[in-house]
């Protein structure tokens, strides 16, 4: 019950503090909002980011070819080989008459030139279709693969992909990089804020010390209000998740550049988002009042 | 009974003043003493340590059982929870009313509601002024608002009253009606009241115990004292 007291005293100090230092509070909650929208902008690009990875690299498959003479002896025992690699995941047998005919289907011109092909003028080869289980040892398993006889190629996109990995990385490191820089900014204005909410409450502080008032009676207003603080400002960032997101998401049809890579659905992912920005927020303002507190409140 | 209990305490600031030299003292419960002295004889001083603004260099001070010298900064509320304290200056909040003030000291240790009220009112019908509960600080006379200070120093019926010229901005006729409610609360309650001063009129008139300082030094300790103007 005391606790419950003590509590609610400490919103009501805080929330009343918040008001009566209105402009300062609200500096440090326009900090805290652009901070926010700054960590779920950062967010929403790293976790589709991640999504989009997961996409590619699930999609990413091994072509093998097979020498121009390999006979269907050859294929088996190429297959049996194959199988015996661990990092293998799946095999699909591509025949050169399938891969022909779906050539042919594709484009008008291949289909003339190729419409009078007999089996044995083909230049085109046997193939298999080969996914791996960990991406990051597909070199490794390329190389295995290479060793098998018959085989002639081996083929993995290996340099569009690294490409592509390559600036998602970027995006979400200067993104991470940006994130904790502000998150900085908005940590020393909390603390400025709350110092002035101290030396403005000097008197009371001091005649609550006299009167026998503990120390975490003391602080807690002072952290309450940075968590308010942190509060107020997550509300901006939230409402811009919330409808930006499902509004970018209706306008490009959930999909960017291509079919290859989609966006998250809106939901639950908006409302994961709000939830951690509104963390965040709290968060940032406890740490930045915390300091403050310790700081210039001696007691 | 003693409620506090010195033993050769010495203060030294940093700056190297030294406030107070080895100082012995006893006090009884109920006890009203005066500390009396010339401006910079350690009066105050004195009652710092005793609330433990400062921290002696050495020596120890029990009171009510607590080891005031050795009390770490987390734990001094425990100790101002048995004091009541008044200043010269009054330190009122000036944005709170006279039963807001007085209030105030139960609310911030986390009182109940009802307990508030009832113990408010008593402190604030005690120093007679019932019919100024709603006024704030600058409606009132210096000698009111003192009162008011003493009403919110007494509000949780503490142990020990320590005043630190509690008259000393007040004139000869406010400061015996101040005096009168301090005799009384010492009277009726039962408190025990240390008030530094260095009001001759107010001291000669109460005969009560006397302590005079001089440069930090314990001169001399009447049961029934003057205030002895070559010394201080």
């Given at each position: 019950?005391?606790?419950?007291?003590?509590?609610?005293?400490?919103?009501?100090d805080?929330?009343?503090?918040?008001?009566?230092?209105?402009s300062?509070?609200?500096?440090?909650?326009?900090c805290?909002?652009i901070?926010?929208?700054?960590v779920?902008?950062?967010?929403?690009?790293?976790?589709?980011?991640?999504?989009?990875?997961?996409?590619?690299?699930?999609?990413?498959t091994?072509?093998?070819?097979?020498?121009?003479?390999?006979t269907?002896?050859d294929?088996?025992?190429?297959?049996?080989?194959l199988e015996?690699i661990?990092?293998?995941e799946?095999i699909?047998?591509?025949?050169k008459?399938?891969?022909?005919?779906?050539?042919?289907?594709?484009?008008?011109?291949?289909?003339?030139?190729?419409?009078?092909?007999?089996?044995?003028?083909?230049?085109?080869?046997?193939?298999?279709?080969?996914?791996?289980?960990?991406?990051?040892?597909?070199?490794?398993?390329?190389?295995k693969?290479?060793?098998i006889?018959?085989?002639?190629?081996?083929?993995?996109?290996?340099?569009?992909?690294d490409?592509?990995?390559?600036?998602?990385?970027?995006?979400?490191?200067?993104?991470?990089?940006?994130?904790?820089?502000?998150?900085?900014?908005?940590i020393?204005?909390?603390?400025?804020?709350?110092k002035l909410?101290?030396?403005?409450?000097?008197?009371?502080?001091?005649?609550?010390?006299l009167?026998?008032?503990?120390?975490?009676?003391?602080?807690?207003?002072?952290?309450i209000?940075?968590?308010?603080i942190g509060?107020?400002?997550?509300v901006v960032?939230i409402?811009?998740?919330i409808?930006?997101?499902?509004?970018?998401?209706?306008?490009?049809?959930g999909?960017?550049?291509?079919?290859?890579i989609?966006?998250?659905?809106?939901?639950p992912?908006?409302?994961?988002?709000?939830?951690?920005?509104?963390?965040t927020?709290?968060?940032?303002g406890?740490?930045?009042s915390?300091?403050?507190?310790?700081?210039?409140?001696?007691? | 009974m003693?409620?506090?209990?010195?033993k050769?305490?010495?203060?030294?600031?940093?700056?190297?003043?030294?406030a107070?030299?080895?100082?012995s003292?006893?006090?009884?419960?109920?006890?009203f003493v005066?500390?009396?002295g010339?401006?910079?004889?350690?009066?105050?001083t004195f009652?710092?340590?005793?609330?433990?603004?400062?921290?002696?260099?050495?020596?120890?001070?029990?009171?009510?059982?607590l080891n005031v010298?050795?009390?770490r900064?987390?734990?001094?509320y425990k100790?101002r929870?048995?004091?009541?304290?008044?200043?010269?200056?009054?330190?009122l909040?000036?944005?709170?009313t006279v039963?807001?003030?007085?209030?105030?000291?139960?609310?911030?240790?986390?009182a109940?509601?009802?307990e508030?009220?009832?113990?408010?009112l008593?402190a604030?019908?005690?120093?007679?002024?019932?019919?100024k509960?709603r006024?704030?600080?600058?409606?009132?006379?210096?000698?009111?608002?003192?009162?008011?200070a003493?009403?919110?120093?007494?509000?949780?019926?503490p142990?020990?009253?320590l005043?630190?010229?509690p008259?000393?901005?007040?004139?000869?006729e406010k400061s015996?009606e101040?005096?009168?409610?301090?005799?009384?609360?010492?009277?009726?309650?039962?408190?025990t009241?240390?008030?530094?001063?260095?009001d001759?009129?107010?001291?000669?008139?109460?005969?009560?115990?006397?302590?005079?300082?001089k440069?930090?030094?314990?001169?001399?300790?009447?049961?029934k004292?003057?205030?002895?103007?070559?010394?201080?």
């Open positions: 019950m005391k606790l419950l007291r003590m509590l609610g005293r400490g919103i009501r805080a929330s009343k503090s918040v008001i009566r230092n209105f300062l509070s609200m500096a440090s909650i326009s805290i909002s901070t926010l929208m700054v779920a902008l950062a967010l929403v690009v790293s976790l589709n980011v991640d999504n989009f990875t997961n996409m590619i690299e699930s999609d990413v091994m072509v093998i070819f097979l020498e121009g003479n390999a269907t002896e294929v088996d025992k190429v297959s049996d080989e015996k661990k990092n293998i799946s699909t047998f591509k025949s008459k399938e891969q022909q005919e779906e050539m042919m289907k594709e484009d008008e011109v291949f289909e003339t030139i190729m419409s009078d092909w007999d089996e044995d003028e083909s230049s085109l080869r046997d193939s298999f279709l080969v996914k791996v289980v960990d991406l990051e040892k597909i070199e490794d398993t390329a190389k693969v290479k060793k006889d018959k085989i002639d190629n081996v083929n993995y996109g290996e340099e569009m992909v490409r592509l990995l390559g600036a998602f990385d970027l995006v979400k490191k200067i993104t991470i990089a940006m994130v904790v820089t502000l998150i900085i900014v908005t020393f204005l909390i603390i400025n804020t709350i909410t101290i030396f403005s409450r000097k008197r009371e502080i001091s005649i609550m010390r009167v026998g008032a503990s120390n975490a009676t003391i602080k807690l207003p002072f952290v209000e940075g968590m308010i509060a107020i400002g997550s960032p409402l811009l998740v409808y930006g997101y499902v509004a970018m998401y209706n306008h490009l049809g999909i960017i550049f291509s079919n290859l989609k966006l998250i659905t809106p939901e992912f908006v409302y994961i988002i709000s939830l951690v920005v509104l963390i927020g709290i968060i940032v406890m740490l930045g915390a300091r403050a507190v310790r700081k210039y409140l001696k007691v | 003693e409620l506090i209990n010195i050769s305490v010495n203060v030294r600031y940093k700056n190297g003043v030294n107070i030299y080895d100082l003292l006893k006090i009884k419960k109920g006890d005066f500390v009396i010339g401006s910079g004889c350690g009066k105050s009652i710092k340590m005793l609330y433990r603004e400062i921290k002696p260099n050495s020596g120890e001070i029990i009171l009510g059982g010298a050795k009390l900064n987390s734990k001094v100790l929870r048995k004091l009541g304290i008044v200043f010269q200056d009054y330190r909040l000036p944005k709170l039963y807001e003030n007085v209030a105030f000291a139960l609310e911030v240790i986390g109940k509601k009802s508030i009220q009832v113990k408010t008593k604030i019908e005690l120093v007679g002024l019932k019919s509960t006024m704030y600080p600058d409606q009132l006379s210096g000698g009111e608002q003192q009162r008011v003493i009403a919110r120093a007494i509000v949780n019926n142990k020990l009253l005043c630190d010229e008259t000393g901005n007040l004139d000869p015996m101040i005096m009168k409610i301090l005799d009384n609360i010492n009277k009726t309650i039962g408190t009241i240390i008030m530094a001063t260095h001759k009129e107010i001291v000669n008139k109460m005969k009560k115990r006397v302590i005079v300082l440069d930090g030094h314990l001169v001399k300790d009447y049961e004292g003057k205030y002895d103007d070559e010394i201080a």
